[in-house]
């Protein structure tokens, strides 16, 4: 059974880069069957998409993220991860990684781990 | 404006049913969605997809109390025999050219 696992650190300073990583289990990440995705719920919030990674290598991101965001896979270590620039308190959430399956959605998650800005 | 539409919230008594919408605003009327659920303190879950014509396909484990149904732009995700553990918030999600994005979700009250 697939399951997803992310880590990193739970604080980050404010103006410095916060960095995820997703471990991928019971699967390959390498399978051009599924795409790969970064997710985040901000405290009391609803769930706002930041990007996807494709088997091919391509990168899609939220338009209000963009010029801050990486996306990134590791397949030796069946790992993808999330590089955000620039934090400031408006990016403290929980942050999910996710499976999707093309042409469709996401449909397999991560446990969610939280992390908030400040100083 | 936003892409998707849902209702902030909704109720329903034990053992009945509920029918959550989700709307997907003009030009985006045919599209395919998924519903998530989010139970409180808990990473969410897929449910289902479900297409414009009303055929839906549900995950891994879902039971069958869950259901699908589409007219025109509306989708429905329909819970009978409502159990408490139905208690939580519902997403409705699609995706245009590889970008993604989820609505505002529906946060169901089990009386």
């Known amino acids: 059974q697939l399951q997803l696992q992310e880590s990193g650190p739970g604080l980050v300073k404010p103006s410095e880069t916060l960095s995820l990583t997703c471990t991928v289990s019971?699967?390959?990440?390498?399978?051009?069957?599924?795409?790969w995705g970064w997710i985040r719920q901000p405290p009391g919030k609803g769930l706002e998409w930041i990007g996807s990674?494709?088997?091919?290598?391509?990168?899609y991101y939220n338009s209000s993220l963009k010029s801050r965001v990486t996306i990134s896979v590791d397949t030796s270590k069946n790992q993808f991860s999330l590089k955000l620039r620039s934090v400031t308190a408006a990016d403290t959430a929980v942050y999910y990684c996710?499976?999707?399956?093309?042409?469709?959605?996401?449909?397999?998650w991560g446990q969610g781990t939280t992390v908030i800005v400040s100083s | 404006q936003p892409v998707l539409t849902q209702s902030s919230s909704a109720s329903a008594s034990l053992g009945s049913s509920v029918k959550l919408t989700c709307t997907l605003i003009?030009?985006?009327?045919?599209?395919?969605i998924a519903w998530h659920q989010q139970q409180p303190g808990k990473a969410p879950r897929y449910l289902m997809k479900?297409?414009?014509?009303?055929?839906?396909n549900k995950g891994s484990g879902v039971p069958d109390r869950f259901s699908g149904s589409s007219s025109g732009a509306d989708r429905y995700l329909t819970i009978s025999n409502l159990q408490s553990e139905d208690e939580a918030d519902y997403y409705c999600?699609?995706?245009?050219?590889?970008?993604?994005?989820f609505g505002t979700g529906t946060r169901v009250t089990v009386l």
């Open positions: 479900l297409e414009g014509s009303g055929s839906y």
């Open positions: 003009s030009g985006h009327t045919t599209y395919i």
């Open positions: 990674i494709y088997y091919s290598g391509n990168t």
């Open positions: 996710a499976r999707g399956t093309p042409p469709y959605g996401l449909d397999v």
């Open positions: 019971g699967g390959s990440i390498s399978s051009s069957s599924y795409y």
């Open positions: 999600e699609t995706w245009d050219s590889n970008t993604h994005v």
